[in-house]
């Protein structure tokens, strides 16, 4: 299937915002160029211990309403007061869900490109009703082509720049009550082969089920892994994560590989052969992500393997 530019997507968008109006205006504009009917817009509040946020998040809900200049239906989620991103992002896409049945969301600093509207609808549609995919993503965090589709299967989740359906959300669990720390480790062992990606996932899922994450997202990859789905990753990157740097919450450094990966359009859509999870992209992503190559190599210096070994004597 050919894709043309400037495409006006059918899909309802809801547009998460809070504080940065440099990036959101970045973002709304593409988001402008698609043109889509409906529009969710919403807002966590601004934190009392950070002086003069109350003024940039007016300002950025300001300038973000007063740019909306095509036809569109405009809902908005506004908070007076902030609840962090775990509750104020997790109740805005289970808001867009209380009417929509499928859709695209994006966060202010993770900027598509136009071809990424056609693809999430294209992808909508042909996997409306096919319970093995949950989410489709905008990202390629591997910065590499697998296969010779414009997609590939993966059993990882990424967030900056997603569509996905009300069937899919409906299993999101925001405070992990189905979580049973004693079970965690050997159902992940299934799923993964390296010790230190098994160790990483149950650290993450232990923190998160004692409060100590404040996030949205680990809970969607929770749902994910243990519900045996598999999602969507474009081989052209289609929305890159601007928001690097300092004002971010989360990923302050600049030099990260998945700091802003330049955009590559999609010009078609051709799909894959096999249903099948590409087992090397997600071992990529996750090496990354949970820097295994430098912890393993620490492991496996002298200096650690004289250190286990002491250990081993002590517990005999």
Known sequence: MALTHGYHTKSAVLFIIY?????????????KEARPARLYITADGPRLNR???DTECAKTKEVILAAIDWP????????????????AISSAISWFFETETEGIVLEHDCLPDNSFFSFCDVLLAKYRTDTRIWLISG????????GNASYYFSRLTNGWGFATWKRSWNYYDKD???????EVRPQLEKIFDDPLIVDSWEQIFKDMKAGKINT???????AHLFNNCLNIMPNNNLVSNIGFGDKAENTTNENSLFAS??????????????????KEADDIVLNEEFNIYERRRK???PKYKVKRWIKSLKQK
């Open 299 to 301: 492991l496996n210096s």
């Open 176 to 182: 992990l009550t189905q979580y049973e720390e004693a």
């Open 19 to 31: 504080n940065r109006y440099d990036t959101a205006l970045q973002v709304l504009a593409q988001i």
């Open 216 to 222: 949205w997202d680990y809970q969607a990859t929770f």
């Open 72 to 87: 569109c239906e405009v809902k908005t989620l506004f908070r007076e007061e902030n609840v962090g991103p775990k509750e």
């Open 139 to 146: 990202s390629n965090l591997t910065r590499k082509k697998f």
């Open 51 to 53: 002086p003069g946020e």
């Open 261 to 278: 990966i330049p955009l590559a359009p999609l010009s078609e859509i051709i799909h894959p052969k096999y249903i099948l999870a590409e």
